[in-house]
């Protein structure tokens, strides 16, 4: 473990104690170097899970085209899902609980079998796949006002943030994930909108990508974890009092609801 990847986790982590952004670590690093970005990630999720966290799947990242001219980067990457950035499907985001959240919708996949294999293709997926939700993925940064390139938000987990799976779901012989339309409403208001093929052309490849990814890592996906395959659409900001819906066709919607700053919070500086 070098001292660059050690102090690039540390700056991150404190981030997120103090709930004050840090500035990028992309400097710490020689430019585009995706390999020391995972080496600090990894630092920081190993430290989460010998704290009691537990891994419960992945997301993709970057995905959507639309994204990735928003962040100005021009391939996929992958973080860490524990169970303690889930929310239930309706439920809301504590105050205080995220530094600069936005928010996407995506297909989610819940695996049935373990995707091991180094070459694994859509096909593989497919059969390993025992269900499908509609997702919100809430995405934050732990870097200071978005100033990110691939490698800030790689070694920041993928810029994970909380995730919500939609109560609904179906087989995956009952719908065609390329061919899902996404709308994703802030009150009545569209505010984002897409379709599977703007996630890496479907979202089936995501997955393949990111098991193929990771079964190269050493690290493959198991039977039971939850896969996010990444955004349908452009990410969108969200702010005390939102409430964000995303309807996905043939899956159904799935909502999430941004809490009020109360005065009293406001007056104390607290975190929720």
């Excluded at 990814?213 to 395959?229: H, I, K, Y």
Aim: net charge negative; glycine share 10%; proline share 6%.
């Amino acid at each position: 473990m070098s001292a660059t990847v050690q102090k690039a986790a540390d700056l991150l982590a404190t981030a997120t104690a103090t709930g004050t952004p840090c500035p990028p670590i992309r400097d710490l690093f020689t430019a585009g170097d995706i390999d020391a970005a995972y080496e600090v990630q990894r630092l920081n999720n190993e430290r989460l899970l010998a704290a009691g966290h537990r891994l419960t799947g992945r997301k993709i990242g970057l995905t959507s085209p639309a994204v990735q001219r928003q962040l100005g980067v021009d391939q996929p990457d992958f973080g860490a899902l524990l169970a303690s950035m889930a929310l239930a499907d309706g439920g809301s985001v504590p105050a205080g609980r995220l530094l600069q959240p936005r928010i996407e919708a995506e297909v989610a996949l819940i695996l049935g079998a373990d995707l091991t294999g180094p070459d694994c293709t859509p096909a593989d997926v497919r059969a390993a796949t025992a269900a499908v939700r509609p997702a919100l993925e809430i995405v934050d940064s732990r870097i200071a006002g978005w100033d990110i390139t691939i490698v800030d938000t790689v070694a920041d987990n993928a810029s994970s943030g909380l995730f919500v799976l939609g109560d609904e779901q179906v087989s995956i012989e009952e719908v065609e994930p390329a061919d899902i339309a996404m709308r994703m409403y802030r009150g009545g208001e569209l505010v984002s909108e897409g379709t599977g093929r703007d996630c890496l052309g479907d979202p089936l490849n995501a997955a393949a990508w990111l098991a193929s990814t990771l079964a190269r890592r050493g690290e493959p996906l198991r039977a039971g974890d939850v896969v996010l395959t990444g955004a349908l659409g452009p990410m969108v900001p969200a702010a005390p009092g939102d409430v964000f819906t995303a309807q996905i066709s043939g899956l159904g919607s799935v909502t999430v609801s941004f809490a009020e700053v109360t005065a009293s919070f406001a007056e104390r500086g607290e975190a929720s």
